[in-house]
């Protein structure tokens, strides 16, 4: 498959290191020493499903189709107000499409595991052109008392369309179920019959361990797809990374011994937007001009499960 078209929508609120500064225990040093965040954009009178559909709209318009061209949707959510019906069925019906579609949650990594299940339902023939978003707000899994985590978060919507072409070189996706570092539990309605004790609360990280799972995972999976390819470090174009924190995107950058000019970020303006980061990141160099046919960029991802992911494209739009 290829890329034809992105999206991307972000909410009005910014919330600046500074703001976060009036009711925790932080500063403004104290989170770019450790993030490389400044600010972050966060829901707050927007609905998740209203920026994710209209991240759709810009990605279809992007790829000079229609909603009536799309042929399945595949949406990555790990949480929105709706348990159901599913975000991409009120995804479809908000921009007027008429095909099948699936949500997917494979935390933050979920987006490139909807693009490779794109990629399955294109190579299979079920579809020709596939709507893949990432839609997340993540801010709203957090305590707001913790300066550990909720300075870490920005909410966000990315979307592209694929469609059939010589565009994905490779890809890959594991997960090792290591659970205890990262996770988030919510308490289900009663009923007269339960007796168990539940657990819930806030979203928990440890945040060391979630950094050294993040930088060996990553690295590993783009040393695996760099020889599957042939490719050298310096022949990718740009490192499309998830924006969950400067110092694991500097870290890889290290590893492969390359400078941060192949490194583009957003993580400083958007904070971790969980599996939007990477499409959010696509539509803006896309949109900036800063990606040209024959461009080669590896986008890679990791997050609670714990699962990675990864993928070359060359860039044929």
């Excluded at 759709?56 to 949406?75: G, V």
């Excluded at 939007?276 to 539509?283: C, P």
């Amino acid at each position: 498959m290829k890329i034809i078209g992105t999206g991307r929508m972000h909410p009005s609120k910014v919330v600046t290191n500074q703001m976060l500064e009036q009711f925790l225990d932080t500063s403004d040093e104290w989170i770019k020493e450790r993030t490389g965040i400044a600010e972050r954009r966060l829901i707050s009178s927007e609905h998740l499903e209203d920026m994710a559909a209209e991240a759709a709209r810009q990605a279809i318009e992007d790829a000079n189709l229609t909603p009536a061209d799309i042929d399945y949707i595949i949406c990555s959510n790990v949480v929105n107000e709706y348990i159901t019906p599913s975000l991409s069925c009120i995804i479809q019906g908000a921009i007027g499409a008429k095909c099948a579609c699936v949500d997917v949650n494979a935390a933050c990594s979920g987006f490139i595991y909807a693009l490779d299940m794109a990629d399955d339902r294109i190579r299979s023939g079920k579809a020709k052109n596939v709507l893949v978003l990432g839609a997340e707000e993540p801010t709203r899994m957090v305590d707001w008392s913790d300066r550990s985590t909720c300075v870490l978060f920005g909410d966000g919507a990315g979307a592209v369309v694929v469609t059939e072409g010589e565009g994905m070189l490779a890809s890959r996706l594991t997960t090792v179920s290591k659970t205890d570092c990262l996770y988030y539990k919510r308490r289900l309605e009663p009923t007269p019959y339960i007796t168990k004790e539940e657990e819930f609360g806030p979203m928990y990280m440890n945040g060391r361990e979630v950094f050294k799972t993040a930088v060996l995972s990553s690295a590993r999976d783009i040393s695996t797809l760099l020889k599957q390819t042939g490719l050298q470090p310096s022949d990718i174009k740009y490192y499309v990374l998830h924006q969950a924190n400067m110092r694991i995107i500097e870290a890889i950058a290290s590893y492969l011994k390359l400078d941060m000019s192949y490194f583009p970020h957003n993580v400083d303006r958007c904070g971790n937007t969980s599996s939007a980061s990477v499409a959010l990141m696509l539509d803006e160099l896309s949109r900036g001009g800063k990606l040209e046919k024959g461009d080669k960029i590896l986008l890679s991802a990791f997050g609670a499960g714990f699962t990675t992911g990864a993928a070359i494209f060359e860039w044929t739009k």
